[in-house]
Nanobody
């Protein structure tokens, strides 16, 4: 049974850091693309970062480039999102998701595809991140 469980969300001050975790089970994490999304109240869901399994490429939304880092620990079957220099605009519920494929050819496997929620098959329930002083 496929499961993804996020944790690590909390209240943090602007400029602070958090690391979100996504504990997975029911599949081999290294074999599939995994991503983080977020949704703030009244806003559409946004792709934050993704990690492709095909070539290890990592993609980031422009709004988080240079501040967020996605990673995965195959031994722990856990994906992470390290978030630094947090801003109030980062306040949202953060979700992880897995894409079991099939994947497009490399020349078509764009950042926009990787960060598109439509590509993903299973989702966690989310963890709340609030950035406020």
């Amino acid at each position: 049974q496929v499961q993804l469980v996020e944790s690590g969300g909390t209240l943090v001050q602007p400029g602070g850091s958090l690391r979100l975790s996504c504990a997975t089970s029911g599949f081999t994490l290294d074999l599939y693309a995994i991503a983080w999304f977020r949704q703030a109240p009244g806003k559409e869901r946004e792709g934050v970062s993704c990690s492709k399994s095909t070539d290890g490429t990592k993609e980031y939304a422009d709004s988080v480039k240079g501040r967020f880092t996605i990673s995965r620990d195959s031994g722990e079957s856990t994906a992470y999102l390290q978030m630094n220099n947090l801003e109030p605009e980062d306040t949202a519920v953060y979700y992880c998701a897995v894409d079991f494929g099939p994947y497009p050819p490399e020349y078509e496997y764009s950042a926009s595809y990787c960060l598109s929620g439509d590509a993903y098959d299973y989702w966690g329930r989310g963890t709340q991140v609030t950035v406020s002083s």
